[in-house]
């Protein structure tokens, strides 16, 4: 009899180990989430894209500097030549700032319009006529939009067309504002802006000399 008992709780026992087994395992797998394959496919695409932006970015930012030809050299150095001329041309007019008028001199003494602008050309062997009238036949037009420094501006100073004033375009700003040296009758060699009433009213036209 204690025999048969011993058999029977043996079985008991392995049936509710076996059962237990069963109910885990049961329940590990209904809890299992199988892991979605398109989520390593996504992931291969976008980081593909992302390689894909950042070589064009890459080779965008490469830029090739195109070679300049022979002539755009020569118009390179010919316009540091001409800006170094003129340079020096507006640094000589102005060592006159301040000098006197005088209608016929040509000294530091006293000075007229033509004689200021023939001195300060001449000095660096650019020669001009004596009078402005004569000068204003020199070089080529250039229209109010295209002036730069180193140009000549001329007046009528005694009414009608006749030229009868010259000066050295000084500077042009931003704004396409022009300031002009030259001799003035009343307060000698100033720069005076092309926009002053005077003055203005009394423009012709501007010739090019330097070019």
Request: hydrophobic share 40%.
């Amino acid at each position: 009899m204690r025999g048969l008992n011993f058999v029977i709780l043996i079985v008991i026992s392995v049936l509710t180990t076996s059962c237990g087994s069963l109910i885990s395992a049961s329940h590990a797998k209904s809890n299992y989430t199988p892991i979605d394959r398109t989520y390593y496919a996504e992931s291969s695409i976008i980081n593909k894209t992302l390689f894909e932006e950042n070589k064009a970015k890459e080779v965008k930012q490469v830029k090739v500097k195109k070679e300049k030809t022979a002539i755009e050299e020569l118009n390179d150095i010919h316009m540091l030549a001409m800006n170094s001329f003129v340079t020096n041309i507006l640094s000589e007019a102005e060592s006159y700032l301040g000098v006197p008028y005088r209608y016929g001199g040509t000294t530091r003494k006293g000075i007229d319009c033509s004689a200021f602008v023939q001195t300060v050309f001449q000095i660096f062997d650019h020669n001009l006529p004596r009078v402005s009238a004569a000068q204003a036949k020199e070089g080529h037009l250039v229209g109010l939009d295209e002036l730069r420094a180193g140009d000549l501006v001329f007046f009528a100073t005694n009414g009608g067309k006749r030229v009868s004033h010259v000066g050295i375009v000084h500077n042009v700003d931003e704004k396409g504002q022009v300031e002009f040296i030259h001799a003035s009758t009343s307060r000698g060699v100033i720069v005076t802006p092309l926009s002053d009433s005077y003055w203005s009213k009394r423009y012709l036209y501007a010739k090019r000399i330097i070019d």
